[in-house]
């Protein structure tokens, strides 16, 4: 476990961890009031990098949740829903390439950018379909 160390804003924090739910919700919070990014910053004694980190994953998202830490990622499971879209994007345009299934999937609402399936099991859905 990483120890605790001081910021340039005299905030505390722990390299390579998530920023505590309640200081990223209070984030939220003064955005919406808002608030500036900058004094955000200030305020919480975050950095302002984490703060239009946190601000811009939530606009994308719709999420505070922090993102999973390297090396910890569980496997994607690709459900029977998904391979139907799959098979019908694939239909529609056969020349189509694995990340672009995969941006069709988060565009159309089949999935979250947190739960698509990596592209590996979008490939392999792919190749089986042949």
């Not at 005299?10 to 003064?30: H, T």
């Amino acid at each position: 476990v990483g120890q605790g160390r001081v910021n340039q804003l005299g905030g505390v924090f722990i390299n390579g961890r998530p920023l505590p739910l309640v200081l990223r919700k209070q984030i939220i919070e003064l955005a919406q009031l808002g608030v500036r990014p900058c004094d955000i910053s200030r305020r919480l004694r975050v950095s302002h990098g984490c703060v239009s980190k946190i601000l811009y994953r939530f606009q994308q998202t719709g999420s505070i949740e922090p993102g999973a830490i390297a090396g910890s990622s569980t496997p994607r499971n690709v459900t029977p829903e998904i391979e139907e879209k799959i098979d019908e994007y694939r239909r529609e345009n056969p020349g189509m390439f694995s990340w672009e299934v995969r941006d069709r999937l988060v565009k159309d609402n089949v999935c979250s950018r947190c739960t698509v399936p990596s592209l590996a099991a979008i490939s392999q859905v792919l190749k089986n379909r042949i």
